[in-house]
């Protein structure tokens, strides 16, 4: 009977500290992003990651008192991941109908992206809009809104795995304009020193961006989290963070 009763203590000590593992576990939040500049900057030299919309989460994260991991992945894996693995969310996703279902929203992080296009500064055509470039072919980056966006109205679209890549391909001629978020696309020529070789011509939409989590995270959890981003909007902490990197420039 002793040992009976000593068998049975150890494995009920045993559950308890499996279950305490666990739920301390499941109470860590993966965050995913990729290198969207302002809004997500992930470090070339380093790989740290910041921007305005990373700032908004680490804030948001701190006042929920929220154990996180916070790393940069390609798009499109970034995209599976959240889908896929509980208690792991995804920034800065654009939220659309086709997205509605599948995720969890947080939000919205960034409230006016709008989308431009981009062309050859010395491209003699000078469309005006969107109708205007149906017989040409976009260049946008692949599971991404934007191409998502062109390919539902029927637009033909070469889809690059990285948006980076995008600049080099609309000068080697692989497609006839780049279609992107404003913000991003003057960053990435910036950072690749094309400014002056590819230029924007017209805004075509604008979207908001959210913090997009697996379907599993507990409705609760969710609520909290758009509250205090709430109250991060009445304090002015979010406008801090959004004239730090001159959103509203």
Same mark, same amino acid.
């Given at each position: 009977?002793?040992?009976?009763?000593?068998?049975?203590?150890?494995?009920?000590? $045993? $559950?308890?500290?499996?279950?305490?593992? =666990?739920?301390?576990?499941?109470?860590?939040?993966?965050?995913?992003?990729?290198?969207?500049?302002?809004?997500?900057?992930?470090?070339?030299?380093? =790989?740290?990651?910041?921007?305005?919309?990373?700032?908004?989460?680490?804030?948001?994260?701190?006042?929920?008192?929220?154990?996180?991991?916070?790393?940069?992945?390609?798009?499109?894996?970034?995209?599976?991941?959240?889908?896929?693995?509980?208690?792991? $969310?995804?920034?800065?996703?654009? +939220?659309?109908?086709?997205?509605?279902?599948?995720?969890?929203?947080?939000?919205?992080?960034?409230?006016?992206?709008?989308?431009?296009?981009?062309?050859?500064?010395?491209?003699? +055509?000078?469309?005006?809009?969107?109708?205007?470039?149906?017989?040409?072919?976009?260049?946008?980056?692949?599971?991404?809104?934007?191409?998502?966006?062109?390919?539902?109205?029927?637009?033909?679209?070469?889809?690059?795995?990285?948006?980076?890549?995008?600049?080099?391909?609309?000068?080697?001629? +692989?497609?006839?304009?780049?279609?992107? =978020? +404003?913000?991003? =696309?003057?960053?990435?020529?910036?950072?690749?020193?094309?400014?002056?070789?590819?230029?924007?011509?017209?805004?075509?939409?604008?979207?908001?961006?959210?913090?997009? $989590?697996?379907?599993?995270?507990?409705?609760?959890?969710?609520?909290?989290?758009?509250?205090?981003?709430?109250?991060?909007?009445?304090?002015?902490?979010?406008?801090?963070?959004?004239?730090?990197?001159?959103?509203?420039?």
């Amino acid at each position: 009977m002793r040992f009976g009763l000593f068998v049975f203590i150890v494995t009920m000590c $045993c $559950c308890i500290l499996a279950s305490a593992f =666990g739920q301390a576990s499941a109470s860590t939040l993966t965050l995913l992003t990729e290198n969207y500049p302002p809004y997500n900057i992930v470090s070339p030299l380093n =790989g740290q990651i910041t921007g305005a919309s990373t700032e908004k989460i680490i804030e948001l994260m701190h006042r929920a008192g929220q154990a996180y991991t916070l790393t940069s992945y390609p798009w499109s894996r970034a995209l599976e991941m959240t889908r896929n693995d509980a208690d792991t $969310c995804l920034f800065s996703t654009t +939220r659309t109908a086709e997205r509605e279902s599948r995720f969890k929203w947080i939000g919205p992080l960034v409230k006016h992206n709008v989308w431009t296009v981009f062309a050859r500064a010395d491209d003699t +055509r000078h469309p005006a809009s969107l109708e205007e470039l149906r017989p040409y072919t976009m260049g946008a980056y692949r599971k991404a809104a934007v191409g998502d966006y062109l390919a539902l109205k029927g637009f033909t679209t070469d889809l690059a795995n990285y948006d980076a890549d995008n600049p080099r391909k609309l000068l080697y001629g +692989r497609f006839d304009f780049w279609a992107t =978020g +404003r913000l991003l =696309g003057i960053a990435t020529l910036k950072a690749q020193g094309l400014s002056e070789k590819i230029v924007p011509i017209f805004d075509f939409h604008q979207v908001e961006m959210y913090l997009a $989590c697996n379907v599993n995270l507990s409705q609760k959890r969710v609520d909290r989290f758009n509250r205090l981003l709430r109250k991060m909007e009445d304090d002015g902490t979010v406008a801090k963070i959004e004239a730090r990197y001159k959103l509203h420039k």
